[in-house]
């Protein structure tokens, strides 16, 4: 079956489609930020440069909010702007805005400020290793059934796994137009983001009582944003709003590439030691304890919630029957970190994927013999008691095993490796990822939705979930569809506006299909059978009076699924996404050069609802992922500050290898979460192909040919 | 001030312009021709991607003064451009948008190749979307609509 086209697509693909930077409305000032271009230390004195008349500049810095100065987040520490104390590199010290873009850039690239700079620790390594940088809540996760040892081959063996940061490069810069209304009150936000709900608390939060009114609405288009315009929008739509109330003018700001690129949130760096008790033949593993570790940059903001995900994915998709686990955040002064897809499950499933392979290599058994000992099967329990209910983690890993010839290879590359200079490698790894919030989010979110069935036979979906790429307004649309049955033409969903829109939640967490997708499919069930249509548009066409009709619906969780925050014991996510992956590589010693040839991904994310989209998913996850393992890096420590995609290198056209995906489980009742899971498991399946093809062990990304230059000098030794 | 002579999307422009204008902002300020898109302003992602006297370039590379007498073309000729409506159709029928915002950058990439090569490799499909950055697809539908665009195109021939 062909899959249904994109209602996007069209407006994209003729330009028509307005982003951010394409709005303009009369009177509109342009709007930028100066920000800390120290580490750590004190604003002493700001200059502005002689020659312009500062009459026609409008300028904002933290004395000027009429409310809070602390963006709202999960842990409320962070300032929208400072006048003083620096943290972090990029924290805002003023919104200025100017009628001409040219003037205002010039002013702000004349503009001095004066620093008394003190220590920052910047370096990752630095930051995660030192347990004096530990702040805010340390988390636990403890289960323990009767292991069963075998006290004659026991083997314990710790391995330290580290990654870096990652920006989300969406190819659209983040953006904000800001109208006031004098009249009403009114503050009008429109800009790129995938929370308008989380805006709005946040403009709310900076200007107190000075509006009585505040709007958010998302721009007809958002270019790309995989967790990066979850949080950060927050901060930027305040200091916008506060320009725009200040100057009585409306304000648009865009930043430029370079800024989006240093001072919005990145995935955090991790460092996760694994301490490992197993059977030292076998290598049947009864026994582990994980020390996870994020950097959280330099504040905490929404870390916690990734911290808890990543905890709660890292055990990966294997069964141990004792299990110690411990998360924790560290401060330094980078930027805070802040959501990128996965959410911190990639982090966890690198090292312990990673870790597997190095255990088979020690042991010399096959990478697949070991994960199939210690697979999650039917009636296994996760470390959070949640017991598996189904084998299609297993139903994933032999399907890839099959479709890649992986056995066959691997003794091939082992054989070829013998006698050639370049070599060969291929990798395994198993991904899962929970759907929805973590734990009782989804209980307090209480998520809302909306359809409207209009006069003229439309139907109106009304939800705050963005599209921004992903495919979500077309599938969520498709799912409503599946049930009243129109033209997909008849049936859309609304630009998410927090005066229209109920409050469905963040465009976050694989949540939007998965958990608003399954609510809207139920809601226009309900409106099937109250109003007992065959044909809705017979229907409505023969009770014109009685339209339009809106009906809502809230989120009920499964009351099965409890779950205690303290304990992190209970039913942690009601359905999980499985898969596997099988990644091929080419390995050019003399270049120290990875090349990645094929990647095989074999996922069950339940029903597919638009396969082309699905698709689309998969691929776009899996490229990022690639990036992550190989290239994309931010600090490295004694080099400049990146300055744009010159020096962050982004997966391009000629470094894509042949992607092959198959959906397995598709019969599902339920379409769970797609969006994450193909970030999880590629980068550990690279990382694997060159431990299989060079014996040489690295624990920590991306794989570029310096790491690899010096890890080999190592091995030598 | 420059005052400039070119033709955009085969209408004749005639205008005044600061020298350090980019061709960019000409076309996205000046001419409201927004579906082009700046995405990094040093050239190295090609969202800003144009048709330029026959051949692909980041318009925010060019230099105002670099456009006298050009004949350029930008994503807001599809309305009657046969080629870029085959390219728009196939990218459709693959599946190769998703944020949109690297779109018209790569059809005209995709236009500026095929005009040149109509029988392209995939290889050399690659090679043309090379400095088209996109960070949503993973390139591969868009790979695969360039190759059914092309297979069209000879048909309808
Ligand atoms: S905006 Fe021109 S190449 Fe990126
Ligand atoms: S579709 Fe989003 S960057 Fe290409």
Same mark, same amino acid.
């Given at each position: 079956?062909?899959?249904?086209?994109? #209602?996007?697509?069209?407006?994209?693909?003729?330009?028509?489609?307005?982003?951010?930077?394409?709005?303009?409305?009369?009177?509109?000032?342009?709007?930028?930020?100066?920000?800390?271009?120290?580490?750590?230390?004190?604003?002493?004195?700001?200059?502005?440069?002689? &020659?312009?008349? +500062?009459?026609?500049?409008?300028?904002?810095?933290?004395?000027?909010?009429?409310?809070?100065?602390?963006?709202?987040?999960?842990?409320?520490?962070?300032?929208?702007?400072?006048?003083?104390?620096?943290?972090?590199?990029?924290?805002?010290?003023?919104?200025?805005?100017?009628?001409?873009?040219?003037?205002?850039?010039?002013?702000?690239?004349?503009?001095?400020?004066?620093?008394?700079?003190?220590?920052?620790?910047?370096?990752?390594?630095?930051?995660?290793?030192?347990?004096?940088?530990?702040?805010?809540?340390?988390?636990?996760?403890?289960?323990?059934?009767?292991?069963?040892? *075998?006290?004659?081959?026991?083997?314990?063996?710790?391995?330290?796994?580290?990654?870096?940061?990652?920006?989300?490069?969406?190819?659209?810069?983040? &953006?904000?137009?800001?109208?006031?209304?004098?009249?009403?009150?009114?503050?009008?936000?429109?800009?790129?983001?995938?929370?308008?709900?989380?805006?709005?608390?946040?403009?709310?939060?900076?200007?107190?009582?000075?509006?009585?009114?505040?709007?958010?609405?998302?721009?007809?288009?958002?270019?790309?944003?995989?967790?990066?315009?979850?949080?950060?929008?927050?901060?930027?739509?305040?200091?916008?709003?506060?320009?725009?109330?200040?100057?009585?003018?409306?304000?648009?700001?865009?930043?430029?590439?370079?800024?989006?690129?240093?001072?919005?949130?990145?995935?955090?760096?991790?460092?996760?030691?694994?301490?490992?008790?197993?059977?030292?033949?076998?290598?049947?593993?009864?026994?582990?304890?994980?020390?996870?570790? +994020?950097?959280?940059?330099?504040?905490?903001?929404?870390?916690?919630?990734?911290?808890?995900r990543?905890?709660l994915h890292?055990?990966g998709g294997?069964?141990?029957?004792?299990?110690?686990? #411990?998360?924790?955040?560290?401060?330094?002064?980078?930027?805070? *970190?802040?959501?990128?897809r996965g959410f911190?499950a990639p982090?966890?499933i690198?090292?312990?994927?990673?870790?597997?392979?190095?255990?088979?290599?020690?042991?010399?058994?096959?990478?697949?013999?070991?994960?199939?000992?210690?697979?999650l099967?039917?009636?296994?329990?996760l470390?959070?008691?949640q017991?598996v209910t189904e084998n299609h983690l297993q139903d994933c890993l032999?399907r890839v095993?099959?479709?890649?010839?992986?056995?066959?290879?691997?003794?091939?590359?082992?054989?070829?490796?013998?006698?050639?200079?370049?070599?060969? &490698?291929?990798?395994?790894a198993l991904g899962l990822h929970g759907g929805g919030y973590t734990?009782?989010?989804?209980?307090?979110?209480?998520?809302?939705?909306?359809?409207?069935?209009?006069?003229?036979?439309?139907? *109106?979906?009304?939800?705050?979930?963005?599209?921004?790429?992903q495919?979500?307004?077309?599938?969520?649309?498709?799912?409503?569809?599946?049930?009243? #049955?129109?033209?997909?033409?008849?049936?859309?969903?609304?630009?998410?506006?927090?005066?229209?829109?109920?409050?469905?939640?963040?465009?976050?967490a694989s949540r939007t299909i998965y958990v608003?997708g399954n609510?809207?499919?139920?809601?226009?069930?309900?409106?099937?059978?109250?109003?007992?249509?065959?044909?809705?548009?017979?229907?409505?066409?023969?009770?014109?009076?009685?339209?339009?009709?809106?009906?809502?619906?809230?989120?009920?969780?499964?009351?099965?699924?409890?779950?205690?925050?303290?304990?992190?014991?209970?039913?942690a996510y009601h359905d999980f996404s499985w898969a596997a992956c099988?990644?091929?590589?080419?390995?050019?010693?003399?270049?120290?050069?990875?090349?990645?040839?094929?990647?095989?991904n074999v996922l069950d994310v339940g029903k597919v609802i638009?396969?082309?989209?699905a698709l689309?998913q998969v691929?776009?996850g899996v490229?990022?992922? +690639?990036?992550?393992?190989?290239?994309?890096?931010?600090?490295?420590?004694?080099?400049?500050?990146?300055?744009?995609?010159?020096?962050?290198?982004?997966?391009?056209? +000629?470094?894509?290898?042949?992607?092959?995906v198959e959906f397995i489980h598709t019969?599902s009742p339920v379409a769970k979460g797609l969006g994450e899971i193909p970030m999880d498991y590629p980068?550990?399946?690279?990382?694997?192909?060159?431990?299989?093809?060079?014996?040489?062990?690295? *624990?920590?990304?991306?794989?570029?040919?310096?790491?690899?230059?010096?890890?080999?000098?190592?091995?030598?030794? | 001030?420059?005052?400039?002579?070119?033709?955009?999307?085969?209408?004749?422009?005639?205008?005044?312009?600061?020298?350090?204008?980019?061709?960019?902002?000409?076309?996205?300020?000046?001419?409201?021709?927004?579906?082009?898109?700046?995405?990094?302003?040093?050239?190295?992602?090609?969202?800003?991607?144009?048709? $330029?006297?026959?051949?692909?370039?980041?318009?925010?590379?060019?230099?105002?003064?670099?456009?006298?007498?050009?004949?350029?073309?930008?994503?807001?000729?599809?309305?009657?451009?046969?080629?870029?409506?085959?390219?728009?159709?196939?990218?459709?029928?693959?599946?190769?948008?998703?944020?949109?915002?690297?779109?018209?950058?790569?059809?005209?990439?995709?236009?500026?190749?095929? $005009?040149?090569?109509?029988?392209?490799?995939?290889?050399?499909?690659?090679?043309? $979307?090379?400095?088209?950055?996109?960070?949503?697809?993973?390139?591969?539908?868009?790979?695969?609509?360039?190759?059914?665009?092309?297979?069209?195109?000879?048909?309808?021939?």
């Amino acid at each position: 079956m062909k899959s249904q086209k994109r #209602k996007d697509a069209f407006a994209k693909l003729t330009g028509k489609c307005r982003f951010l930077d394409d709005y303009t409305v009369p009177d509109m000032l342009q709007g930028y930020i100066i920000y800390t271009t120290i580490d750590r230390g004190w604003i002493r004195k700001i200059n502005f440069p002689a &020659g312009f008349d +500062l009459q026609e500049f409008t300028i904002v810095s933290a004395s000027d909010i009429p409310g809070k100065n602390i963006v709202p987040e999960p842990v409320n520490d962070q300032p929208f702007m400072t006048s003083e104390v620096v943290d972090n590199f990029g924290q805002v010290i003023l919104g200025i805005a100017h009628p001409n873009r040219e003037i205002l850039k010039k002013f702000i690239s004349l503009t001095r400020i004066e620093y008394e700079r003190r220590n920052a620790v910047t370096d990752t390594k630095e930051c995660l290793d030192n347990e004096a940088n530990q702040f805010g809540e340390i988390m636990h996760l403890k289960h323990e059934l009767a292991p069963t040892y *075998n006290l004659r081959h026991l083997w314990k063996w710790q391995q330290i796994f580290y990654t870096q940061h990652q920006e989300q490069a969406y190819l659209e810069p983040q &953006g904000m137009l800001a109208e006031y209304n004098i009249e009403k009150e009114e503050m009008k936000i429109t800009g790129t983001m995938q929370c308008p709900f989380f805006v709005k608390d946040a403009v709310e939060s900076i200007m107190g009582k000075a509006v009585k009114n505040v709007v958010i609405e998302t721009s007809e288009g958002i270019g790309g944003a995989f967790g990066g315009k979850e949080d950060f929008p927050n901060l930027l739509a305040g200091v916008t709003a506060l320009l725009a109330w200040k100057a009585q003018k409306p304000v648009k700001i865009v930043l430029d590439r370079k800024d989006d690129l240093l001072i919005t949130t990145n995935r955090h760096p991790s460092r996760v030691d694994i301490i490992a008790i197993m059977h030292d033949q076998n290598g049947f593993i009864s026994k582990i304890d994980i020390d996870y570790r +994020l950097d959280a940059g330099a504040f905490q903001t929404l870390s916690p919630v990734v911290l808890h995900r990543g905890i709660l994915h890292a055990t990966g998709g294997y069964n141990i029957a004792e299990v110690k686990i #411990k998360g924790s955040l560290h401060r330094s002064n980078t930027p805070p *970190n802040g959501a990128f897809r996965g959410f911190g499950a990639p982090q966890a499933i690198f090292a312990m994927e990673s870790f597997i392979d190095n255990v088979a290599h020690r042991l010399s058994i096959s990478p697949l013999r070991l994960r199939q000992l210690n697979l999650l099967k039917t009636g296994d329990q996760l470390p959070t008691s949640q017991i598996v209910t189904e084998n299609h983690l297993q139903d994933c890993l032999d399907r890839v095993v099959q479709l890649s010839g992986y056995k066959k290879k691997f003794t091939d590359f082992q054989e070829y490796n013998k006698t050639n200079t370049v070599k060969k &490698g291929i990798g395994l790894a198993l991904g899962l990822h929970g759907g929805g919030y973590t734990g009782n989010g989804e209980k307090v979110l209480q998520s809302r939705v909306k359809i409207v069935l209009e006069k003229n036979g439309m139907v *109106n979906i009304y939800v705050a979930n963005v599209e921004m790429g992903q495919g979500a307004h077309t599938t969520l649309a498709q799912m409503v569809n599946s049930i009243f #049955k129109l033209p997909p033409e008849k049936v859309n969903v609304v630009i998410p506006n927090t005066s229209q829109t109920p409050n469905s939640g963040p465009t976050v967490a694989s949540r939007t299909i998965y958990v608003v997708g399954n609510l809207l499919q139920k809601l226009a069930e309900r409106i099937k059978s109250e109003l007992g249509f065959a044909d809705l548009k017979d229907h409505i066409a023969k009770n014109q009076n009685s339209f339009p009709q809106s009906f809502e619906e809230v989120f009920v969780p499964d009351p099965a699924d409890d779950f205690d925050d303290i304990t992190n014991q209970g039913v942690a996510y009601h359905d999980f996404s499985w898969a596997a992956c099988v990644v091929e590589i080419t390995y050019d010693p003399d270049l120290y050069q990875i090349r990645v040839d094929k990647c095989w991904n074999v996922l069950d994310v339940g029903k597919v609802i638009n396969e082309g989209i699905a698709l689309g998913q998969v691929y776009g996850g899996v490229v990022q992922a +690639l990036g992550w393992a190989l290239t994309e890096n931010i600090y490295k420590k004694g080099y400049p500050r990146l300055s744009g995609f010159t020096d962050y290198t982004l997966p391009a056209s +000629l470094d894509i290898p042949e992607i092959k995906v198959e959906f397995i489980h598709t019969n599902s009742p339920v379409a769970k979460g797609l969006g994450e899971i193909p970030m999880d498991y590629p980068a550990p399946a690279v990382r694997n192909a060159f431990l299989q093809a060079t014996g040489i062990m690295i *624990n920590e990304l991306p794989l570029t040919p310096e790491r690899i230059f010096a890890a080999q000098g190592r091995s030598k030794k | 001030m420059i005052e400039l002579k070119f033709t955009v999307n085969s209408e004749e422009v005639a205008i005044t312009v600061a020298e350090n204008l980019r061709l960019l902002d000409i076309l996205r300020d000046e001419l409201h021709l927004t579906g082009t898109k700046e995405g990094c302003a040093v050239g190295e992602c090609g969202a800003c991607t144009v048709i $330029l006297n026959g051949e692909a370039v980041c318009s925010c590379m060019v230099l105002a003064c670099q456009v006298q007498d050009a004949v350029i073309e930008t994503i807001e000729n599809c309305d009657t451009d046969p080629v870029l409506q085959i390219l728009q159709q196939a990218f459709l029928e693959c599946g190769a948008v998703q944020c949109g915002f690297c779109t018209p950058g790569m059809l005209l990439s995709a236009k500026a190749l095929l $005009l040149r090569n109509p029988a392209p490799t995939e290889a050399e499909i690659k090679k043309a $979307l090379e400095g088209n950055l996109c960070r949503c697809t993973g390139y591969i539908q868009i790979t695969e609509a360039v190759k059914q665009a092309a297979r069209e195109l000879a048909e309808s021939k």
